[in-house]
T-cell receptor, first 113, second 112 residues
């Protein structure tokens, strides 16, 4: 158990819909990272938040957004969903701002039908 | 952006040492090299990280030559439970300009 909790574990939704994925980081970790893993694109870094503020951006689509709340949990919002958004979405956390030892959650498997 | 290249797959037998090499010709001065292990339907797990020369921890060693254009993850005496995908990650998150590039991953199959 990494200490990072993601909910829900599975999500099935229709195209055009909007979903929210939730992540609770390890106790004491200030950084939260979001990743997308799909068969054709592999593991891709989406975005990082540190202590409530956006810190770094990767290959995140404009239809996607994230935020980190004062209690440090984070949410990834995916809107106008397309079939190609079906993937595993991982959240990771680390103590600092550099990607040193990051701890990953079990992921949320999103299926868009 | 530091693009990484790893072998797609490797086979080994229990008890052998396994070396997985990652090429990152365009690595930047501030980039670190990190290796993660991933089992099916689980999130990646940190194995080891280094900047140059050699780093060793309780599960692996990481060798980085002076030019830093490649790195080698060494797993001593693998067991069946080491069957997984291994990712080489190059980059560092610094301010708003950090970028992380995952390699395509190496699927290691350990046979009895």
């Amino acid at each position: 158990d990494s200490g990072v909790t993601q909910t829900p574990k599975h999500l099935i939704t229709a195209t055009g819909q909007r979903v929210t994925l939730r992540c609770s980081p390890r106790s004491g970790d200030l950084s939260v990272y979001w990743y997308q893993q799909s068969l054709d694109q592999g593991l891709q870094f989406l975005i990082q938040y540190y202590n409530g503020e956006e810190r770094a951006k990767g290959n995140i689509l404009e239809r996607f957004s994230a935020q980190q709340f004062p209690d440090l949990h984070s949410e990834l919002n995916l809107s106008s969903l397309e079939l190609g958004d079906s993937a595993l979405y991982f959240c990771a956390s680390s103590a600092g701002t550099a990607n040193t030892e990051a701890f990953f959650g079990q992921g949320t498997r999103l299926t868009v039908v | 952006l530091a693009k990484t290249t790893q072998p797609i797959s490797m086979d080994s037998y229990e008890g052998q040492e396994v070396n997985i090499t990652c090429s990152h010709n365009n690595i930047a001065t501030n980039d670190y090299i990190t290796w993660y292990q991933q089992f099916p339907s689980q999130g990646p797990r940190f194995i080891i990280q280094g900047y140059k020369t050699k780093v060793t921890n309780e599960v692996a060693s990481l060798f980085i030559p002076a030019d830093r254009k490649s790195s080698t993850l060494s797993l001593p005496r693998v067991s069946l439970s080491d069957t997984a995908v291994y990712y080489c990650l190059v980059g560092v998150l610094s301010g708003n300009t950090g970028k992380l590039i995952f390699g395509q991953g190496t699927t290691l199959q350990v046979k009895p």
